[in-house]
């Protein structure tokens, strides 16, 4: 006898159904009777959100999300409020939650100046009844009092049995002694940590908040990815800071505060040097750090872990030796490198020492030392990153925004042509993807510091990216594309999905004869 099986008992199918379907869409299954009722009801309201109220004028709730928060917060898994207390109601609306089965919870809390603090309060509070919650994440443009930040930290404690992720952030700085005991009382659960606020205001008095104080866990066992976008206090804080990386074993993803000193800095490079401590290390972010010596010691200290590197720093004022350091000893493991600014024959160093780079981005600085006569350009080494994908560069003369001299000197004509033979290298770069190009340069050179995407002056060096799909030029000064440089890039390009800059600078009324032609060949492309 055939058994009938009806979609409804096939464990978790109307959940992946539901995901595809729009929120009218949902509406109308719950309408067909009450089987599918039963089952799409819960998906309608699976999440609730109150967008962000962009003016300072307090508006009414809709009555239909006032209805779903009061009659349907029990069926929500999701709860995302991006909103102060500009909103008649909400938060006495907070205040009475029936919100209960929660594995996500998002909100943004601002009073547009203002000092209440009530939505915080009650946003912890829906939070401490969720010992189930997934994802928290809580960002505050309200000055809170030391009682509140302890009392966000004593809910934390409540939710520790399930929380992977977590993101905490504040526009103004936290009392003294709050982020060690913060750290203390992360849930072992916990993958990943995301934590920001302004740096401290030297007038400013921080308030002190009270801790019992309470001992570091053996270790942190699954926390995988940590960014600390802030400052740490000299001192003890930093210490304790440094006590806590060294119970991550298993970070692969870490995003560094900015230290108080060169000194501190150098105590963080020394935790890095214990083979024990973030063994799995790929992917560093350091920030802003000053440079100085501790760089030599922060390049061997990962050498061999680290995939993909990051920092904020003037990287222009590192010595040579470090920058060979670099190459030789990350040359076959780096896949990702972001650095400000670096002279450009450290540029060249980079691109010609590390064959396996897929992303790079700099502001590329022209030495103006560098003596390079021209018949030697093109004895120069090639790059040998042929399989980067993601490229972005910005140049920058190296003398500031104004210029006295109006006329090149040979050794500025030198530096120039460095980096025309620079632009001739992209287009061996068969790999690329992206491609995103702007510059910094003074008002003699500005034009020649660029690549000209006209045909004329190198558009067809860039013919064998075929695979290129996004190219944003919005920091380009000019652009000398016309008629003819459209069809060359409808009839190159094919797989471009979208052009950054292109459409910015155009005054209002029928757009150009280029533009419609570049839309009619690639249908599919967007201009931004």
Same mark, same amino acid.
């Given at each position: 006898?055939?058994?009938?099986?009806?979609?409804?008992?096939i464990?978790h199918?109307?959940? #992946?159904?539901?995901s595809?379907?729009?929120?009218?869409d949902?509406?109308?299954?719950?309408?067909?009777?009450r #089987?599918f009722?039963?089952?799409?009801?819960p998906?309608l309201?699976?999440?609730?959100?109150?967008?962000?109220?962009?003016?300072k004028?307090?508006?009414e709730?809709?009555?239909?999300?006032?209805?779903?928060?009061?009659n349907? #917060?029990?069926?929500?898994?999701? $709860?995302c409020?991006?909103?102060?207390?500009?909103?008649?109601?909400?938060?006495?609306?907070?205040?009475?939650?029936?919100c209960?089965r929660l594995?996500?919870?998002?909100?943004i809390?601002?009073s547009?100046g203002?000092?209440?603090?009530s939505?915080?309060?009650?946003?912890?509070?829906?939070?401490a009844?969720?010992?189930?919650?997934d994802s928290?994440?809580?960002g505050?443009?309200v000055?809170?009092?030391?009682?509140?930040?302890?009392?966000m930290?004593?809910? $934390?404690?409540?939710?520790?049995?399930?929380?992977?992720?977590?993101?905490?952030?504040?526009s103004?700085?936290?009392?003294k002694?709050?982020?060690?005991?913060l750290?203390?009382?992360?849930?072992?659960?916990?993958?990943s940590?995301?934590?920001?606020?302004?740096?401290? @205001?030297?007038r400013?008095?921080?308030?002190v908040?009270?801790?019992?104080?309470?001992p570091?866990?053996?270790?942190?066992p699954?926390l995988?990815?940590? @960014?600390?976008s802030?400052s740490v206090?000299?001192?003890?804080?930093e210490r304790l800071?440094f006590?806590?990386l060294?119970?991550?074993?298993?970070?692969?993803k870490?995003?560094?505060p900015?230290?108080?000193?060169?000194?501190?800095?150098?105590?963080?490079?020394?935790?890095l040097?214990?083979?024990?401590?973030?063994?799995?290390l790929?992917?560093?972010d350091?920030?802003?750090?000053?440079?100085?010596?501790?760089?030599?010691?922060l390049v061997?200290?990962?050498?061999g872990?680290?995939?993909?590197?990051?920092t904020?720093?003037?990287?222009?004022?590192?010595?040579p030796?470090?920058?060979?350091?670099?190459t030789?000893?990350?040359? *076959? !493991?780096?896949?990702?490198?972001r650095l /400000?600014?670096?002279?450009?024959?450290?540029?060249e160093?980079?691109l010609?020492?590390c064959?396996?780079?897929k992303?790079?981005d700099?502001?590329? !600085?022209?030495?103006?030392?560098?003596?390079?006569?021209?018949n030697?350009?093109?004895?120069?080494?090639?790059?040998?990153?042929?399989?980067?994908?993601?490229?972005?560069?910005?140049?920058?003369?190296?003398?500031?925004?104004s210029?006295e001299e109006?006329?090149?000197?040979?050794?500025?004509? *030198?530096?120039?042509?460095?980096?025309?033979?620079a632009?001739r290298?992209i287009?061996?770069?068969?790999?690329?993807?992206?491609?995103?190009?702007g510059?910094r340069?003074?008002?003699?050179f500005k034009?020649? #510091?660029?690549?000209?995407?006209?045909k004329k002056?190198?558009?067809?060096?860039?013919?064998n990216?075929k695979?290129?799909?996004?190219?944003?030029i919005?920091?380009?000064?000019?652009l000398?594309?016309?008629?003819?440089?459209?069809?060359?890039i409808?009839?190159?390009?094919r797989?471009?999905?979208?052009?950054?800059g292109?459409?910015?600078?155009?005054e209002?009324?029928p757009? /150009?004869?280029y533009?419609?032609?570049?839309r009619?060949?690639?249908?599919d492309?967007v201009?931004?």
């Amino acid at each position: 006898m055939s058994h009938h099986v009806s979609i409804f008992d096939i464990p978790h199918i109307t959940e #992946a159904i539901g995901s595809y379907l729009e929120r009218r869409d949902l509406l109308s299954c719950t309408l067909v009777n009450r #089987a599918f009722y039963h089952t799409f009801n819960p998906l309608l309201w699976n999440e609730l959100a109150f967008e962000q109220s962009l003016d300072k004028t307090e508006k009414e709730l809709d009555p239909i999300q006032k209805d779903a928060f009061l009659n349907k #917060a029990s069926l929500a898994k999701i $709860l995302c409020i991006e909103t102060g207390c500009r909103y008649k109601g909400l938060p006495e609306l907070l205040s009475i939650s029936s919100c209960k089965r929660l594995k996500v919870m998002k909100s943004i809390v601002s009073s547009h100046g203002g000092e209440d603090m009530s939505p915080v309060l009650y946003l912890l509070m829906i939070t401490a009844n969720n010992k189930h919650l997934d994802s928290w994440s809580l960002g505050s443009w309200v000055r809170l009092t030391p009682d509140v930040f302890w009392l966000m930290t004593m809910t $934390l404690t409540t939710i520790n049995t399930s929380l992977s992720d977590l993101e905490l952030g504040f526009s103004f700085n936290p009392p003294k002694g709050w982020f060690p005991q913060l750290l203390k009382r992360l849930p072992l659960t916990l993958k990943s940590l995301y934590m920001f606020w302004t740096p401290p @205001t030297p007038r400013v008095e921080r308030q002190v908040c009270q801790f019992s104080d309470q001992p570091w866990p053996e270790a942190y066992p699954c926390l995988e990815n940590m @960014t600390l976008s802030l400052s740490v206090d000299e001192g003890a804080e930093e210490r304790l800071f440094f006590q806590f990386l060294e119970r991550c074993s298993g970070l692969v993803k870490l995003g560094c505060p900015r230290f108080s000193s060169n000194e501190a800095f150098g105590d963080f490079v020394t935790v890095l040097e214990t083979p024990r401590v973030m063994p799995a290390l790929k992917e560093l972010d350091i920030g802003w750090q000053p440079v100085g010596g501790q760089w030599d010691r922060l390049v061997l200290a990962v050498q061999g872990r680290v995939h993909r590197f990051t920092t904020d720093s003037d990287t222009t004022l590192l010595l040579p030796d470090t920058m060979s350091l670099l190459t030789t000893h990350w040359s *076959r !493991t780096l896949e990702s490198l972001r650095l /400000p600014r670096l002279l450009s024959e450290n540029v060249e160093l980079i691109l010609t020492k590390c064959p396996n780079l897929k992303k790079f981005d700099c502001m590329w !600085t022209v030495n103006r030392a560098t003596e390079v006569e021209s018949n030697d350009m093109e004895g120069l080494t090639d790059w040998t990153c042929m399989g980067l994908e993601e490229l972005r560069i910005a140049f920058a003369d190296g003398r500031g925004e104004s210029v006295e001299e109006p006329v090149l000197s040979m050794q500025e004509k *030198r530096a120039v042509r460095r980096i025309q033979r620079a632009f001739r290298q992209i287009g061996r770069l068969t790999e690329l993807k992206s491609l995103t190009l702007g510059w910094r340069a003074s008002d003699t050179f500005k034009h020649r #510091a660029n690549l000209d995407l006209s045909k004329k002056n190198g558009l067809e060096l860039l013919a064998n990216l075929k695979g290129l799909n996004k190219l944003d030029i919005s920091q380009l000064r000019h652009l000398n594309i016309g008629v003819e440089e459209v069809q060359w890039i409808v009839t190159h390009w094919r797989q471009l999905k979208k052009i950054r800059g292109l459409t910015h600078r155009l005054e209002k009324g029928p757009e /150009p004869d280029y533009i419609v032609r570049l839309r009619h060949g690639l249908p599919d492309l967007v201009l931004a």
